[in-house]
């Protein structure tokens, strides 16, 4: 109980109207508990689905579509993408030198255009959790498999487990996870400011 309390002066005082970041992954259902009452004012709890890879399932196959380029994120891709730019890789991976030093990411790019893109979000040097976007006039031609394919493979040439999660009703993004080869492992709680 004391270290509840201190958290919750901490948030007040040092996080909450300061625009910082916040965000909580609670561990147990009395951790849920304590953040839906005395947190309800201050933040927003959203439901995660977290998947594990299964190496065995992995198809990785895939073919471009003339003209399309798949390529590696570096400075250009991200002068170039709207979703994973430099505010993005600020947040979070503290700038864009630790991101194209530490971090992995792959583009399909077409006449100079992004049109998906998937990068880690985090890496812990043994996992990589994979953050994917396709552009939205793309969407349904399978280019968001490509890309995640291309990424997945990436990770397993370092060998570097690929992470996924998203929330609970995305189910585009749990249908491509389970296509990819992830296995659905649990669902927890997710804390953000609201």
Same mark, same amino acid.
Request: charged residues 25%.
């Given at each position: 109980?004391?270290?509840?309390?201190?958290?919750?002066?901490?948030?007040?005082?040092?996080?909450?109207?300061?625009?910082?970041?916040?965000?909580?992954?609670?561990?147990?259902?009395?951790?849920?508990?304590?953040?839906?009452?005395?947190?309800?004012?201050y933040v927003k709890k959203?439901?995660?689905?977290k998947y594990r890879f299964?190496?065995?399932?992995?198809?990785?196959?895939?073919?471009?579509?003339?003209?399309?380029?798949?390529?590696?994120?570096?400075?250009?891709?991200?002068?170039?993408?709207?979703?994973?730019?430099?505010s993005y890789i600020v947040?979070?991976?503290?700038?864009?030198?630790?991101?194209?030093?530490?971090?992995?990411?792959?583009?399909?790019?077409?006449?100079?255009?992004?049109?998906?893109?998937?990068?880690?979000?985090?890496?812990?040097?043994?996992?990589?959790? /994979?953050? /994917?976007?396709?552009?939205?006039?793309?969407?349904?031609?399978?280019?968001?498999? /490509?890309?995640?394919?291309?990424? /997945?493979?990436?990770?397993?040439?370092?060998?570097?487990?690929?992470?996924?999660?998203?929330?609970?009703?995305?189910?585009?993004?749990?249908?491509?996870?389970?296509?990819?080869?992830?296995?659905?492992?649990?669902?927890?709680?997710?804390?953000?400011?609201?």
């Amino acid at each position: 109980m004391v270290f509840n309390n201190f958290l919750y002066r901490y948030f007040v005082e040092n996080v909450y109207g300061k625009e910082k970041r916040f965000t909580v992954f609670t561990p147990s259902s009395e951790w849920d508990a304590f953040f839906d009452e005395t947190f309800k004012t201050y933040v927003k709890k959203m439901t995660r689905s977290k998947y594990r890879f299964l190496p065995s399932k992995v198809h990785s196959t895939y073919s471009l579509f003339n003209l399309y380029e798949l390529k590696d994120f570096n400075t250009d891709s991200l002068r170039k993408s709207e979703n994973f730019n430099e505010s993005y890789i600020v947040e979070y991976w503290g700038s864009e030198s630790n991101f194209l030093k530490n971090g992995l990411g792959v583009c399909l790019i077409y006449k100079e255009k992004i049109l998906a893109e998937c990068v880690s979000i985090f890496h812990s040097g043994t996992i990589a959790e /994979i953050d /994917i976007v396709t552009n939205p006039t793309y969407r349904g031609q399978g280019l968001g498999k /490509i890309v995640d394919q291309a990424f /997945i493979n990436k990770c397993l040439e370092k060998n570097v487990m690929p992470a996924w999660d998203c929330d609970n009703n995305n189910k585009a993004s749990k249908a491509l996870a389970n296509t990819l080869g992830f296995s659905n492992e649990e669902d927890y709680a997710l804390y953000v400011l609201k």
